[in-house]
């Protein structure tokens, strides 16, 4: 066979596992996390949520709403009393007042939730971004690695009718065809978990972006975003900033807690009911029958005094003070653990691209040429393409780690952007 089996591996890599499409049906990196970020149920519910939260702190500087209520009195009675003639009108209009500086903990309180739902939306919008690259990267992944399973059938298929010719010369025993009559058959199994797995990671990323196609992404993924080196990906940051959404959400919590509990504390002091009447006497002369009623209802704290409302609010506040502090604990730990992830990625890669890959392609290729040459057995050619493939399917899963440790990077340290290297 004249086939240069390192050359066809690297053809593989460059048209992946599709053909080439136009340039518009190319879907990028860029536009699929567009396209998620418009459609993420959890962003819509954070967005819901921002909304409910901006209108409750609106609402939160108001005053309790006043109340109306007309009195009607000596009516439906006996005699003059009998209908509403001599009836004695009053017409109140009553006010609560908040005491205690209650109205301004209920405003710190909703200002504090209306921050946390900002710092929520923002940590929606990160994770989504951070899952969607992840997505996109394990499908481009499934497409290069059903690309390599497809070469590896179609280079077995060679291997097989050159085997027969050989076989039927009396080149090979019937062991050493039997040896590439199994390898056919794995390449074939391997070609069919390969593009099973390429169009399950496609759906899964049609479902990060709200398609209803069941067949998942239809199209090509940019390679060129999928092959860049360590070194345009890595961050500057070096440490969790202070401002992550998380940190913000579970301190705005804490804020919102404090607040909360300090409305609670002065739960105790009863509010005031202000109220003022104007009063109609029917039996009175004209222009002396209306007079003024003013009125204070003060409720006595005697048996509930808030008790249960203040100690719920305490707990609260002790759960929120310990979340914020299992989140920085938390974030610095997902930190540590992106970083070694990173540069176990980093150097897993540079090792397969710069020796490992070049060396394995070698040899795989002088293993065709000593076998057509009848220099090397049959088995050498097998295992060295066996090398072969398993170190192509090292370096692109390699890259895939590389672009998902960067995805988490990007969650904890960042908004996405490329900065410089580490």
């Keep these: 066979m004249r086939i240069?089996?390192?050359?066809?591996?690297?053809?593989?890599?460059?048209?992946?596992s599709v053909a080439p499409l136009h340039a518009a049906e190319v879907l990028t990196h860029e536009a699929a996390v567009a396209q998620a970020l418009q459609r993420a149920p959890q962003i819509l519910v954070a967005e819901a949520n921002l909304a409910a939260a901006a209108a409750a702190a609106r609402q939160s500087r108001w005053p309790s709403n006043p109340e109306i209520e007309?009195?009607?009195?000596?009516?439906?009675?006996?005699?003059?009393y009998a209908d509403f003639d001599g009836a004695e009108t009053t017409v109140f209009l009553r006010q609560p007042v908040t005491m205690g500086g209650k109205r301004g903990a209920r405003v710190d309180a909703a200002r504090a939730r209306l921050e946390q739902a900002q710092a929520e939306l923002e940590l929606a919008q990160r994770g989504t971004r951070r899952d969607v690259t992840i997505a996109y990267a394990n499908a481009v992944l499934s497409d290069r690695l059903a690309a390599l399973a497809r070469a590896r059938r179609v280079d077995a298929e060679s291997l097989r009718a050159a085997s027969e010719r050989r076989l039927a010369a009396g080149l090979i025993?019937?062991?050493?065809?039997?040896?590439v009559v199994l390898a056919g058959a794995e390449a074939a199994a391997a070609l069919n978990r390969a593009q099973a797995d390429a169009g399950s990671a496609r759906r899964l990323l049609a479902r990060w972006l709200g398609s209803g196609d069941i067949d998942g992404i239809a199209g090509s993924f940019d390679e060129r975003w999928f092959d860049l080196p360590p070194e345009s990906l890595t961050t500057a940051a070096s440490r969790l900033p202070d401002s992550h959404p998380q940190l913000r959400a579970r301190r705005a919590a804490l804020a919102a807690?404090?607040?909360?509990q300090h409305l609670e504390d002065r739960g105790a002091i009863p509010d005031p009911v202000l109220s003022l009447g104007a009063r109609r006497f029917a039996d009175a002369p004209a222009g002396e029958n209306r007079?003024?009623?003013?009125?204070?209802?003060?409720?006595?704290?005697?048996?509930?005094?808030?008790a249960a409302e203040r100690a719920d609010a305490r707990r609260a506040r002790v759960v929120t003070e310990t979340d914020l502090d299992a989140a920085q604990r938390d974030l610095a730990d997902e930190l540590a653990q992106a970083r070694a992830a990173f540069n176990a990625a980093a150097s897993e890669l540079?090792?397969?691209?710069?020796?490992?890959?070049?060396?394995?392609?070698?040899?795989?290729?002088?293993?065709?040429?000593g076998f057509e040459a009848g220099r090397l057995s049959l088995t050498e050619r097998l295992l060295a393409e066996q090398a072969l493939q398993s170190t192509e399917e090292s370096l692109q899963r390699?890259?895939?780690?590389?672009?998902?440790?960067?995805?988490?990077?990007?969650?904890?340290?960042?908004?996405?952007s490329r900065l410089t290297k580490m």
């Design 291 to 306: 007079a003024f009623v003013l009125g204070v209802a003060l409720p006595l704290p005697l048996w509930d005094r808030n």
């Design 257 to 260: 807690a404090v607040a909360q």
């Design 398 to 416: 390699a890259r895939f780690r590389l672009h998902q440790s960067q995805a988490q990077l990007d969650y904890l340290l960042q908004d996405g």
């Design 350 to 369: 540079r090792a397969l691209t710069e020796s490992a890959a070049p060396a394995a392609r070698n040899a795989a290729t002088l293993a065709q040429r």
């Design 70 to 80: 007309i009195e009607a009195e000596n009516v439906l009675g006996d005699g003059p």
């Design 4 to 16: 240069e089996v390192a050359a066809a591996w690297v053809a593989t890599l460059l048209i992946g």
């Design 173 to 179: 025993s019937e062991l050493q065809y039997s040896q």
